[in-house]
């Protein structure tokens, strides 16, 4: 078996100027005490030259050797791959010496510098996945420290899949896994990162924490209905630490370690975000502070029924009028607790939910009589359920937090829906555990709620708790049986218990009811491809990649329905079309082992190179050694080249990672017996007869061996 580590980069590629910027600028400033650096690559058509550099690039490519104008202070550098152009440097301004050396020497710098592009291209490559490692992540982070303030804010991510193997070869290909699951989830345009043990940085620019939580979850689901044992992250945005400084990279990976570390003590797949003091205190669930908690409980002492009102200006206070106004409108008759000059709290005694309505709207008239700043409310009642007063605050809390989807001047009495949107809060911030417990409350509110019952589901799923989460689907479906989301993360649940008919049961139902949700063709597509139903798989992916591609959507998606279409079409000898997806999956993940064994096993049947064909299939057992299709496909090859002692090692290897590789057992028995080896066939065919009885080839074949 070959060395499991890719211990090379390659060459420098066009896209690496894009991809190695940072670090690419920041060399070229060594270098040169210019102003401006721009790093174009030639041939990428993703990124067009600018037309006022056409006529300087074009004597560059004539004369293949730098072009300086001294006049305006301009510089055209040739980047090289060894004898090839693979890009230019366009630099301006700065000291007028520069642009007054003699070209030799401008000459000699761009060899130079071409050279310490190749040499940081290696040492931003970790061996084990060949993905970009932390040397580049670092640079990446003080690119972005340096120059914040000319564009939005990135978020960074530390996403740990730790493996829980036995020995190394078992963790770095379970790691390996990880990492091309991730690029082909993420697609090309996301830098992913491996920085060591299973541990992968992400960036995403211009993303702030809500919208990178968001992103994390689904990261985490896709990662789960990967198969994976679990998966945890955590989130920090990129910004300075400290106001008064600039912040370092190291800061802020230790603040997103540190955030990782709780994420893993909340669940197998769930993550954490890095809260600010500032998040802490404007949290909409914040614990209310232990003064305004006593005078409450003094207030509550002996009553046994009230309506707690939780009054709430809509805009940021810029003075105390507010505070003035309800203090003048309550008046000596309503107890009040003032929290804040945005906050107070009323006692409505005796009041039940139509009285409390009643004293509220005449509260609303008085305080508008006033004139001033829009208000909403949050109403607790007592007694309620099996509520506590020591839980009315809070409640209150969580019906204001409910109002705001009404918008401003709104008014909200607590309720199971109040329950669903604290729990999402918590949800959101990776909090699985406290959403639980949220949803569970709304439930003993509303037994029949689906929304609850789905979100019960969901946070189970993510816990690793299956039983549960089905009986939540299911308590689901009684109440809605045409449920979107819950015939559809039902199905999940089921083929993870390998339930594979009835999950594609409940996608098909759910299918009916939303036939343009590219998730459920994307899965029901797979899912269909995996027992044997090719043409049915076809169609699904088919409207799944169209539905994509018409949405805008890049990267992962995109590469996932095109391997799948590839299986598809390879199933239905539809070569051409399946070798097309394929390209295009290996474009956006060069690697994943999977499409490119099976790119080269078609590259062979379709007579378009055995050497290209060859070199894919080895690719792929080098990247990932543990698959015992792509040890076939290569042995499969290896004999179609007349390479029999190859093939004999790689059909063995094969056999060796699956005893019940029928294909394998057949070819390697066929090439036992033209080697003139009948006892090493026979055994061979008597083992795929043990596991298919009635396979002719098999049979045939020991016929032969014993005439």
């Given at each position: 078996m070959s060395l499991p580590l890719?211990?090379?980069?390659?060459?420098?590629?066009?896209?690496?100027?894009?991809?190695?910027?940072?670090?690419?600028?920041?060399t070229v400033y060594d270098f040169f005490p210019c102003e401006t650096v721009r790093l174009l690559p030639l041939g990428d058509t993703l990124s067009p030259l600018p037309a006022e550099l056409a006529e300087g690039v074009a004597r560059l490519r004539a004369e293949r050797a730098p072009v300086v104008d001294a006049r305006q202070r301009t510089l055209l550098l040739p980047i090289w791959a060894g004898e090839n152009l693979c890009g230019l440097v366009a630099a301006a301004g700065g000291e007028e010496r520069l642009y007054a050396m003699p070209l030799v020497w401008f000459d000699e710098q761009s060899h130079i510098i071409s050279r310490e592009f190749f040499l940081l291209k290696q040492g931003c490559q970790d061996p084990g996945t060949g993905l970009l490692n932390g040397f580049h992540l670092r640079g990446e982070i003080e690119a972005l420290l340096r120059h914040r303030d000319e564009g939005a804010a990135a978020t960074l991510a530390l996403?740990?899949?730790?493996?829980?193997?036995?020995?190394?070869?078992?963790?770095?290909?379970?790691?390996?896994?990880?990492?091309?699951?991730?690029?082909?989830?993420?697609?090309e345009e996301m830098h992913l990162h491996h920085l060591g043990a299973g541990i992968f940085g992400l960036l995403w620019y211009g993303v702030g924490m809500e919208e990178a939580r968001q992103l994390g979850e689904?990261?985490?689901?896709?990662?789960?209905?990967?198969?994976f044992i679990s998966a945890h992250l955590g989130i920090t945005t990129v910004v300075p630490p400290d106001p008064d400084e600039k912040g370092t990279p190291e800061q802020l990976l230790d603040q997103a370690w540190q955030v990782l570390r709780t994420a893993r003590q909340r669940g197998p797949f769930s993550l954490c975000g890095h809260a600010t003091s500032q998040d802490i205190e404007s949290h909409p669930l914040r614990r209310l502070p232990e003064s305004t908690l006593r005078k409450l409980r003094a207030l509550y002492r002996g009553k046994s029924r009230f309506a707690l009102a939780l009054v709430r200006m809509d805009q940021e206070p810029a003075s105390n009028h507010f505070s003035k106004r309800v203090r003048s409108v309550a008046g000596a008759g309503v107890p009040l607790v003032l929290v804040n000059q945005r906050e107070a709290f009323l006692l409505l005694d005796g009041a039940d939910k139509k009285a409390a309505e009643k004293e509220l709207a005449a509260f609303r008239k008085r305080m508008e009589a006033i004139g001033g700043s829009t208000f909403s409310v949050g109403v607790a009642l007592f007694p309620d359920h099996d509520f506590k007063k020591s839980d009315l605050a809070m409640n209150c809390r969580k019906a204001i937090l409910h109002?705001?989807?009404f918008g401003p001047d709104s008014q909200v009495f607590f309720d199971a829906v109040s329950l669903n949107i604290s729990g999402d809060v918590y949800y959101n911030e990776g909090d699985l555990v406290r959403a639980i417990a949220e949803y569970r409350k709304g439930l003993r509110l509303a037994p029949d709620n689906v929304n609850l019952l789905n979100s019960l589901g969901v946070a189970s799923v993510q816990l690793n708790r299956p039983r549960a989460a089905q009986d939540f689907f299911q308590r689901a479906l009684a109440v809605d049986g045409r449920n979107f989301m819950a015939l559809f993360n039902l199905g999940f649940v089921l083929l993870e218990a390998d339930d594979a008919a009835g999950a594609r049961g409940l996608w098909e139902r759910a299918l009916a009811v939303d036939g343009d949700s590219p998730e459920l063709l994307q899965h029901l597509g797979v899912l269909s491809c995996r027992q044997g139903e090719f043409a049915r798989a076809?169609?699904?992916l088919e409207r799944?990649?169209?539905?994509?591609?018409?949405?805008?959507?890049q990267g992962g998606g995109v590469m996932?329905?095109?391997?799948?279409?590839?299986?598809?079409?390879?199933?239905?000898?539809?070569?051409?079309?399946?070798?097309?997806?394929?390209?295009?999956?290996?474009?956006?993940?060069?690697?994943?082992?999977?499409?490119?064994?099976?790119?080269?096993?078609?590259?062979a049947l379709t007579g378009q190179g055995d050497d290209i064909a060859l070199s894919l299939c080895r690719q792929a057992v080098e990247l990932d050694s543990g698959k015992a299709a792509h040890w076939f496909r290569l042995g499969w090859l290896q004999h179609h080249l007349q390479a029999r002692a190859e093939a004999v090692e790689s059909l063995s290897e094969c056999l060796r990672l699956d005893g019940r590789h029928v294909e394998a057992a057949l070819l390697l028995a066929r090439i036992w017996e033209e080697s003139d080896r009948p006892g090493r066939a026979g055994k061979l065919y008597e083992?795929?007869?043990?596991?298919?009885?009635?396979?002719?080839?098999?049979?045939?074949?020991?016929?032969?061996?014993?005439?």
């Open positions: 890719v211990l090379a980069a390659g060459p420098l590629l066009p896209v690496d100027l894009l991809r190695f910027a940072a670090l690419f600028t920041k996403l740990e899949v730790f493996p829980r193997s036995r020995d190394a070869d078992r963790s770095l290909r379970y790691i390996v896994r990880a990492g091309s699951t991730l690029a082909s989830l993420l697609g689904g990261i985490l689901l896709r990662l789960k209905r990967e198969n109002a705001g989807f076809r169609e699904l799944c990649e169209q539905k994509v591609r018409k949405g805008g959507q996932v329905v095109a391997r799948w279409l590839g299986r598809a079409y390879e199933a239905l000898g539809e070569e051409r079309k399946a070798i097309a997806a394929y390209q295009r999956t290996v474009g956006g993940n060069p690697r994943d082992a999977g499409s490119l064994s099976r790119l080269g096993r078609l590259y083992r795929v007869l043990r596991l298919r009885p009635e396979e002719a080839e098999a049979k045939s074949g020991l016929s032969r061996l014993r005439q």
